[in-house]
C-alpha cells in the first residue's frame, strides 16, 4: 500500500490550496479514503485529527465541523487519487496533512505534505 500526498504549500489567510493523494497496491475503487492532520509541535502519530472522508464510490462524504463550509474532499477512480480543495483558510489549518485508509483494520497513511497559512 502507497499513498503518496502533494500539493502543500505556504499561504495567506483567505487563500486556497488542493492536496492530491496518488494511492497504489490496493484495490482503489472499494475503498474509503480520508484526510487526517497533524499540527505542529505533537509528535508524530499522537493526536493526529480526522478531517474529511469519501465513501468508496464517492456518494458519501463527511467533514470535521471545523472544515466543513471550507474543504470538500473528492476522489478520481479512474486516477486512484484524492482530494481535498481547501479554501478560506486559517492559520489554524497549520498542519501536516495526511491521505489515509483503513485496510483490514490496519490503518495506513502517507509521508504527508505540509500546509502553513500565516500572515
Known amino acids: 500500500v502507497q499513498l503518496v500526498e502533494s500539493g502543500g504549500g505556504s499561504v495567506q489567510p483567505g487563500e486556497s490550496l488542493r492536496l492530491s493523494c496518488a494511492a497504489s497496491?490496493?484495490?482503489?475503487?472499494?475503498?474509503?479514503m480520508g484526510w487526517v492532520r497533524q499540527a505542529p509541535g505533537q509528535a508524530p502519530g499522537k493526536e493526529r485529527e480526522?478531517?474529511?472522508?469519501?465513501?468508496?464510490?464517492?456518494?458519501?462524504?463527511n467533514y470535521q465541523e471545523s472544515v466543513k463550509d471550507r474543504f470538500t474532499i473528492s476522489r478520481d477512480n479512474t486516477k486512484n487519487t484524492t482530494y481535498l480543495e481547501m479554501n478560506s483558510l486559517k492559520p489554524e489549518d497549520t498542519a501536516i496533512y495526511y491521505c489515509n485508509t483503513l485496510l483490514k483494520n490496519r490503518n495506513y497513511w502517507g509521508q504527508g505534505t505540509q500546509v502553513t497559512v500565516s500572515s
Open positions: 480526522w478531517v474529511a472522508g469519501i465513501s468508496s464510490t464517492g456518494a458519501i462524504k
Open positions: 497496491g490496493f484495490t482503489f475503487t472499494t475503498a474509503d
